[in-house]
């Protein structure tokens, strides 16, 4: 996949999160693996209205989260390389949905959920799979976050909360990461309401 295409897929996907309330005041970024050797990512870029975004509003990152190539990568971008990095996804999408934060300050150590049918969506098991989604404590600084990501890692388990901030999946491509975005986020409402 080359940068426009890549922009082209973020803008539209960008612009559905938009839509279902996900992205709100210019919150959350998306990413996609552009190559694995050196490892290049294209995330959206900083600071614009999520809904709005076009195929230009893109950005090439290298491993560290650093641009590469015009453009300003949103402040998240490092915490995506680490991701893609250490567990091998092509894309990673990141929205300040309401349900992990709040689910977060309930179970700080991490957010456990078993036996219901949603975890399928998210990659896992309807019955006796107990799956622990880690929730780390959140911070400006995306190596320290980083740090916090990859001590906790299980490659069955693709998503992140970071407390009092928001939450990140990822996946094989774009449309699997937002299905288990959509999943994990259903399943962390039922949680937070029983
Ligand atoms: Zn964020």
């Known amino acids: 996949m080359n940068l426009p295409e890549a922009g082209e897929l973020l803008a539209k996907e960008a612009a559905r999160y938009t839509a279902m309330g996900w992205m709100r005041g210019s919150s959350g970024n998306l990413s996609v693996r552009l190559r694995d050797e050196p490892l290049r990512l294209a995330v959206t870029a900083s600071g614009l209205d999520k809904g709005e975004l076009t195929a230009a509003d893109v950005v090439e990152i290298d491993s560290s989260g650093a641009a590469v190539g015009p453009g300003v990568p949103s402040a998240e971008a490092g915490l995506h390389a680490r991701i893609a ?72 388990t693709p998503a992140l909360i970071v407390a009092r901030h928001g939450l990140y999946v990822w996946g094989a491509d774009l449309t699997q990461a937002r299905h288990r975005t959509e999943c994990l986020e259903w399943l962390l409402r039922f949680i937070m309401a029983v």
């Not at 975890?119 to 980083?146: C, E, W, Y």
């Not at 990501?149 to 069955?156: K, L, T, W, Y």
């Open 85 to 156: 990095a250490v567990s091998g996804a092509r894309a990673v999408v990141h929205v300040h949905v309401h349900a992990p934060v709040l689910a977060a300050e309930r179970w700080p150590d991490g957010v456990q959920l078993r036996d219901m049918e949603m975890l399928k969506g998210f990659g896992r098991s309807a019955h006796d799979d107990l799956v622990t989604i880690p929730v780390v404590p959140n911070s400006q600084d995306m190596v320290v976050l980083g740090d916090s990501f990859e001590a906790g890692h299980r490659a069955d």
